[in-house]
T-cell receptor, first 117, second 110 residues
């Protein structure tokens, strides 16, 4: 019943530090995503991947990098953290809807709360 | 024009009320539609898929109008626990470009 698992759940970074948010899914989904959500705002796509070895930029990729060496894992790296990167980060994967097997349904991890000070 | 637009909200309704949310999308070739629910400080979770024929799940009814390019969500007999943000989600042709609306906040009051 794991679904999409993200770590860490909470992290405080100092300006200029780097870190990696880990994300893994056990549903064998090809599509994976990283979103950020600022307080009171909607989701913004950072990066996405359509399969192992393939990644592409979303609407807000600056300051981040991703890799997809396996189907299961899609880590997000923050280089030189800045206060503007304080946010909640959601990893997600999408695959066939298990209820009716039609179309793709997106499933989210529980989120990673990041504060840059 | 945004790819997916939702009623701005917030909606403040008493318990037992019926409330409806609308969402419009710009790409006529979009293939899949969903409503998600997001509680405060939690991840979005699938509420229901939306089909052209309309579908119902308990107190929730979703409709899709392809000709007018909008989807709707109707909540009957609102409960305090329905208070959340409701996200309209559209998946474009190809099956992976997932577009989220900004969300509509619902507050149900006793």
């Amino acid at each position: 019943n794991a679904g999409v698992t993200q770590t860490p759940k909470f992290r405080i970074l100092k300006i200029g530090q780097s870190m990696t948010l880990q994300c893994t899914q056990d549903m064998n989904h090809n599509y994976m995503y990283w979103y950020r959500q600022d307080p009171g705002m909607g989701l913004k796509l950072i990066y996405y991947s359509v399969g192992a070895g393939i990644t592409d930029k979303g609407e807000v990729p600056n300051g981040y990098n991703v890799s997809r060496s396996t189907t299961e894992d899609f880590p997000l790296r923050l280089e030189l953290a800045a206060p503007s990167q304080t946010s909640v980060y959601f990893c997600a994967s999408s695959g066939p809807n298990p209820r009716d097997h039609s179309g793709n349904t997106i499933y989210f991890g529980e989120g990673s709360w990041l504060t840059v000070v | 024009r945004k790819e997916v637009e939702q009623d701005p909200g917030p909606f403040n309704v008493p318990e037992g009320a019926t409330v409806a949310f609308n969402c419009t999308y710009s790409n006529s070739a979009s293939q899949s539609f969903f409503w998600y629910r997001q509680d405060c400080r939690k991840e979005p979770k699938l509420l229901m898929s939306v089909y052209s024929s309309g579908n119902e799940d308990g107190r929730f009814t979703a409709q899709l109008n392809r000709a007018s390019q909008y989807i709707s969500l109707l909540i009957r007999d609102s409960k305090l626990s329905d208070s959340a943000t409701y996200l309209c989600v559209v998946i474009d042709t190809g099956g992976f470009k997932t577009i989220f609306g900004a969300g509509t906040r619902l507050f149900v009051k006793a």
